[in-house]
């Protein structure tokens, strides 16, 4: 099945969940901003997790879809339609042949995630099919999609097929799936969410009330963000000495301190290493709250203890298992 891109909004790329295993190779991990969202909307398709889809920001893609599919939207409400009809976030749907799928304007959060079954099937490079605009590789062409492209699918699993049979109706017209993915399992996205931080390298370095400030201010998200690094305005945090540092391994969720005194939590698409003060370590689970941040939105931090967040991360885990197994039961043959 291929989708025809009639206009390839804001900034719509092809992701899954990054390339493992190569940042020795100063290649990032990039992959989904918003891991949740993408492994919830191949499970409502009937997809492997880790299967590519594409991601939206703010401005959606319109698509043109010249066969029938089976497609599910989450993360961030961006007003999805089939011709005129809404499709709601966090369901799967039917999209008769024919069909096309516009966005409109966006709510809460700015990313959408729109799986197919069957996956994006472009070319992997490096293990995966994310796009890494910054190198030009991966993805379509290495590349956010424009009006003209051609989009192929690959082929869908037996689950996919069951999926399919369930939700679309005799006449093959737009449906969609009366069954959805639980509210526990969604991240709570917010214009200003409290996120967890584990304390980092350099966390003891800072001044005592720089660290009031860090857990005592809401800091505004700039413009100058992207899905390199998240940068943030607001209360100026110092350190009780100056630290010359080499260069050090660093992750999505790191949080630097540049000596601007403004704090920058790196992104999917973070280099491999970085040679700012490490404050602290953003929980992986909280890392959704963040990437479904605007320009002129809200973060707060509270520090928590690895263990509880390792304990966070899982129970999600365990839901996203029973979710799995939930959706088998379901749409058994």
Not at 290 to 301: E, H, S, T, V, Y
Request: proline residues 6%; contains cysteine; hydrophobic residues 40%.
């Amino acid at each position: 099945m291929t989708i025809r891109v009639v206009s390839g909004g804001l900034q719509t790329t092809v992701q899954d969940l990054g390339r493992i295993g190569h940042q020795r190779d100063a290649i990032p991990v990039g992959g989904a901003m918003d891991r949740v969202a993408l492994r919830t909307a191949n499970l409502l398709v009937g997809n492997s997790e880790g299967d590519a889809a594409l991601e939206a920001s703010l401005i959606g893609p319109t698509l043109a879809f010249e066969q029938a599919a089976i497609v599910a939207i989450t993360g961030a409400d961006l007003e999805a339609s089939v011709d005129g009809r809404p499709l709601p976030v966090w369901h799967a749907a039917h999209v008769p042949a024919g069909g096309t799928l516009r966005f409109g304007k966006p709510g809460i959060g700015c990313r959408a995630y729109v799986a197919m079954a069957g996956g994006i099937d472009v070319p992997k490079v490096f293990g995966s099919r994310s796009t890494y605009v910054r190198a030009n590789f991966g993805g379509y062409e290495g590349r956010p999609l424009r009006s003209g492209d051609v989009l192929p699918t690959g082929e869908a699993s037996d689950r996919s097929a069951r999926i399919a049979a369930e939700i679309r109706p005799a006449d093959n017209a737009f449906a969609v799936s009366r069954w959805s993915i639980a509210r526990s399992l969604r991240p709570r996205y917010g214009e200003e969410p409290t996120v967890d931080v584990i304390p980092g390298a350099h966390t003891e370095l800072l001044t005592a009330e720089a660290r009031g400030r860090l857990t005592g201010t809401a800091f505004r998200v700039s413009s100058s963000s992207d899905r390199m690094g998240y940068r943030f305005e607001g209360a100026s945090l110092a350190l009780r000495e100056r630290l010359e540092l080499k260069s050090e391994g660093v992750a999505f969720g790191t949080i630097q301190l540049p000596p601007s005194g403004s704090p920058i939590i790196l992104m999917a698409d973070c280099q491999t290493t970085g040679g700012y003060p490490r404050i602290g370590e953003v929980a992986s689970v909280d890392l959704p709250l963040i990437a479904q941040l605007k320009p002129g939105d809200r973060l707060r931090f509270r520090f928590t203890s690895l263990a509880e967040a390792q304990q966070r991360s899982l129970e999600l885990e365990r839901d996203l298992v029973q979710a799995r197994v939930g959706l088998d039961l379901h749409h058994v043959s």
